[in-house]
């Protein structure tokens, strides 16, 4: 089992920056792809980004690339969304999410947390 917590999650306005973060425990968190999911009120949860257990492969959605950034410290067990230039449509609740392999994507989320509100007004 690896239980997530994220944080970092709030209300900004259109143009600023937020940092999410998510605090893994339990099972070894370096073995683990990890990732960020994303969903909007009256939509499907969506795959925004996500990172190989080593670090060395990322993805992002077409919607976020250039903006947000992916990243992880294993020894914190921790890992980061680095969300700039945040726009109207950014706004949902994020979810970070692990997957029992090393690298794919996109993830499938084998475990996730209980996600974190992120606001953006206009």
């Known amino acids: 089992q690896v239980q997530l917590v994220e944080s970092g999650g709030g209300l900004v306005q259109a143009g600023g920056s937020l940092r999410l973060s998510c605090a893994a425990s339990g099972r070894t968190f370096s073995n683990y792809a990890m990732g960020w999911f994303r969903q909007a009120p009256g939509k499907e949860r969506e795959f925004v980004s996500g990172?190989?257990?080593?670090?060395?492969?990322?993805y992002y959605v077409d919607s976020v690339r250039g903006r947000f950034t992916i990243s992880r410290d294993n020894a914190q067990n921790t890992a980061y969304l680095q969300m700039n230039s945040l726009k109207p449509e950014d706004t949902a609740v994020y979810y970070c999410?692990?997957?029992?392999?090393?690298?794919?994507?996109?993830?499938?989320?084998?475990?996730w947390g209980r996600g974190t509100q992120v606001t953006v007004s206009s």
């Open positions: 990172i190989s257990s080593s670090g060395r492969a990322r």
């Open positions: 999410a692990a997957d029992v392999v090393s690298w794919r994507s996109p993830l499938l989320g084998d475990y």
